[in-house]
């Protein structure tokens, strides 16, 4: 079988760039939706957070008020679809010629050359202290991946409650912000205007949000080990230059004659 030439490489680089773009758009928003019962009306924010909150006034002719909170998760999720129908058209190529292609773009090597260039500093290896260092680093991050992912697992399935200020209303979201519950206080249900009862009830999801807030996957994984590196791993020369330091500092805090083991505890920034 024939090689692929550069040139026909390129273009199917293109052609998977091209078709590929849609995709990487966010959803649009806002979008609203309904429960199956059509009194009440949630809207969603670009980024799925629940933003409004509406009942009609009389929601408890077509409703039961032990299945209001049903009716309000049903309602966030009819949002859901909204947001998603709306991307899923936001993608579909529209009439008219194909976007002119854009020029090949070579690889960017240039991190992995600039981490090569500060780890040798100048020479044709890395210091035996740095290399060290490196390794410990690495280490570290590998030996956290098995928490990480159970941290995260923990903080999806999780629930974070919060309530409205008077006390009416409980939702229940996950890590990710999603509401999964919202219970009432059925005997305030009875004589609640059903604006009062929209206004706790989004107050309360806004509640079980910040309770929420920092427990998000992406929070989670800025804040471990392999968030670090990968921050670190932005400025190679600055993340070499800490491991440097970090050698230079248990050599110094050694004793004469003392073995090295033992110190890949070392920190890194």
Known sequence: MQEPTRSELDRLAE??????APFGRSATGPSRGQDGAGV?????????????????????QEVEPALLGAAV?????????????????????????????????PPDTAPVDRLKAALTAGGDSVPPDVLQALVATFREVNDSVRGLRAQLDATVAAQFVGRSPDGHVEAAVSGLGAPLAIRYDESWL?????????????????EAGRAAAGHDPAAIVADSPVGRLSRAM???????????????DTTTAEPAGTSRAGTEEEQWT
């Open 15 to 20: 052609a998977t760039a091209r078709a590929a």
């Open 40 to 60: 009440v009306e949630v809207g969603l924010d670009a980024a799925g957070r629940v933003t409004t909150v509406r009942i009609a006034t009389g929601w408890d």
């Open 73 to 105: 998760l049903e309602a966030v999720q009819a949002a859901g679809v909204a947001r998603l129908q709306a991307w899923g058209e936001s993608v579909v190529e529209t009439d008219g010629p194909p976007p002119t292609p854009a020029a090949p773009v």
């Open 190 to 206: 009875a004589r609640a205007h059903a604006a009062n009862v929209a206004h706790q009830t989004l107050e309360a999801l806004r």
């Open 234 to 248: 932005d400025d190679p020369e600055a993340f070499v230059a800490s491991l440097r330091r970090n050698a230079a």
